[in-house]
């Protein structure tokens, strides 16, 4: 008998579903993503979908979730070389190419115009997916304040957001062309101030 | 003859469809918004509607058009009386109050949400709705460098991303409290930058 073990099989199922709705997500507009179209490319049935998911926005949520999960469990980190302005832009500008990439581009942007619109979702996404890359965020301004690097009466949470802020807000509201010059610009911009030095 | 001119009659058709429109936005869930929905408030058939509109993102985008227009014709201005982090904070917390009303922050929020998903409705907004209050925000701080305040080599639209990006990316993505002590922190962090002083 193959495939004895219903566990198995549903795992398989969900996988197939979450890795449907996320490559449609980069094919289809996200308004024009439905669940017959996922059910369709995950060859499960629509009610298969409906017993494990409310919505689309769920599905696209548990899609990610998968993704950020490592294979070995290892919870993300940011590079510390000891340079908080050479690792910073490095991040960021690997956070440009995923944003200009329409792979990446598009299930961001479907996900985070549903975080716009329904505040449970926005909470569980800043819990779950979001959460554990602020606290790496978090923990590498930590360390740039252990070596004098960041001024030690700087709120950890409105430093990320003075970082990351800019740039996406920019990408979400299509505010203008999102390159590595423009990461630096608000990067360099964040860490010296805007008052004359 | 009542209102014999048609041309008068259209203007109050289409004043009435945008006033509909920006009163519904605030009472229903922007996808459950419908063009049949604002004809019947605004007392108008559907097809008058899209003779005029292809899109309910169209009709919202007039509604912020009309409203943002001061009845004199006047260009917007921020507050300028030479204290550039007083000028600032009161601008923040007056868009923490309108962010936090849901008389403005729904259609608001409505409307990011559709210039996250049309990037020709983007160019549109940038160019005739945010454009001129870029314009202002840019024209303050000028006067700024002029005076000494703010930094010579700091390039303008950089500044206005870091003093506005990080607010409104977490009023947009439900970040976190929208509150005037956070819009403070930002702007502070934002003048004085995170290095060591």
Same mark, same amino acid.
């Given at each position: 008998?193959? #495939?004895?073990?219903?566990?198995?099989?549903?795992?398989?199922?969900?996988?197939?579903?979450? $890795?449907? @709705?996320?490559?449609?997500?980069?094919?289809?507009?996200?308004?024009?993503?439905?669940?017959?179209?996922? *059910?369709?490319?995950?060859?499960?049935?629509? /009610? $298969?979908?409906?017993?494990?998911?409310?919505? +689309?926005?769920?599905?696209?949520?548990?899609?990610?979730? !998968?993704?950020?999960?490592?294979?070995?469990?290892?919870?993300?980190?940011?590079?510390?070389?000891?340079? %908080?302005?050479?690792? !910073?832009?490095?991040?960021?500008?690997? $956070?440009? @190419?995923?944003? $200009?990439?329409?792979?990446?581009? @598009?299930?961001?942007? @479907?996900?985070?115009?549903?975080?716009? /619109?329904?505040?449970?979702?926005?909470?569980?996404?800043?819990?779950?997916?979001?959460?554990?890359?602020?606290?790496? +965020? +978090?923990?590498?301004?930590?360390?740039?304040?252990?070596?004098?690097?960041? *001024?030690?009466?700087?709120?950890?949470?409105?430093?990320?957001?003075?970082?990351?802020?800019?740039?996406? #807000?920019?990408? %979400?509201?299509?505010?203008?062309? %999102?390159?590595?010059?423009?990461?630096?610009?608000?990067?360099? *911009?964040?860490?010296?101030?805007?008052?004359?030095?």
């Amino acid at each position: 008998m193959p #495939n004895p073990d219903p566990s198995r099989r549903s795992e398989k199922s969900r996988r197939a579903v979450l $890795t449907a @709705a996320f490559e449609l997500v980069q094919e289809v507009p996200y308004a024009q993503l439905t669940i017959e179209g996922i *059910a369709g490319r995950a060859g499960v049935g629509k /009610q $298969t979908i409906y017993r494990w998911w409310p919505s +689309k926005a769920a599905i696209l949520f548990d899609a990610f979730l !998968l993704l950020s999960r490592s294979d070995d469990g290892a919870t993300p980190e940011l590079p510390d070389t000891g340079d %908080l302005r050479r690792d !910073l832009a490095a991040v960021l500008h690997a $956070t440009v @190419a995923e944003l $200009t990439d329409p792979r990446t581009d @598009a299930p961001m942007r @479907a996900l985070a115009v549903e975080i716009a /619109q329904d505040p449970a979702l926005a909470r569980t996404y800043h819990e779950r997916l979001d959460g554990p890359l602020r606290d790496a +965020k +978090k923990r590498r301004l930590r360390s740039a304040q252990d070596a004098g690097h960041l *001024a030690r009466d700087v709120d950890l949470d409105v430093a990320v957001d003075l970082i990351w802020g800019p740039l996406l #807000n920019r990408w %979400l509201q299509h505010g203008g062309p %999102l390159t590595d010059d423009y990461a630096d610009a608000t990067l360099d *911009a964040a860490l010296s101030g805007l008052r004359p030095r």
